[in-house]
């Protein structure tokens, strides 16, 4: 209906959400992004060399490494 407000906050306070909300699920993203990424990149060296699974696990750990450097450096944990 035209000219109505939006309903207001149930708790009654219009403040913005803390700015470190999302950190957790941030950190959670770049552990299983960079496993991902890398277990997909050793994955390929895999079928390129003609291995079974060595290289992905070896890119697994490297981008579980990764994800924890990256949550370090940019979330300051």
Do not use: C
Request: glycine residues 22%; hydrophobic residues 40%.
């Amino acid at each position: 209906m035209t000219g109505q407000e939006p309903p207001k906050n149930p708790s009654g306070n219009d403040d913005p959400p803390p700015p470190d909300t999302g950190m957790g699920m941030t950190a959670v993203a770049y552990l299983i992004t960079g496993m991902l990424v890398w277990g997909g990149v050793g994955l390929l060296v895999d079928h390129w060399v003609g291995t079974k699974g060595i290289f992905a696990g070896i890119g697994a750990v490297v981008g579980i490494g990764g994800g924890v450097y990256l949550i370090v450096r940019r979330l300051g944990a």
